[in-house]
């Protein structure tokens, strides 16, 4: 079984970036497509992002030009750059393995004024 952990969530002042990472413990099998998604306390998850091999990546209009989703193979790694952050982009972010539908356990991305 796959197991995806996240991590680079904090607290963040409006208009700063962090760049959260999900590590799987098993190799993601490429070019699967592997997304991130988000959920505020009390309401359901949002697609944020996917990506499927290297280039193929879609965007959520609420980020879009603003994030950046990209894998790194060898490390086994799925990222998301996130730049310009705004108050509403505060959630527990996840990432999750869309061909076996696994998730990760999350990261909390809190944005400031």
């Known amino acids: 079984q796959v197991q995806l952990v996240e991590s680079g969530g904090g607290l963040v002042h409006s208009g700063g970036s962090l760049r959260l990472s999900c590590v799987g413990s098993?190799?993601?099998?490429?070019?699967?497509?592997m997304a991130w998604y988000r959920q505020v306390l009390g309401k359901g998850r949002e697609w944020v992002a996917s990506?499927?091999?290297?280039?193929?990546?879609n965007y959520a209009d609420s980020v879009k030009g603003r994030f950046i989703i990209s894998r790194d193979v060898a490390k086994n790694t799925v990222y998301l750059q996130t730049n310009n952050l705004k108050e509403e982009d505060t959630a527990v972010y996840f990432c999750?393995?869309?061909?076996?539908?696994?998730w990760g356990q999350g990261t909390q991305v809190t944005v400031s004024s």
């Open positions: 999750k393995d869309e061909e076996k539908d696994v």
């Open positions: 990506i499927t091999g290297s280039v193929a990546d």
């Open positions: 098993a190799r993601f099998l490429y070019p699967q497509t």
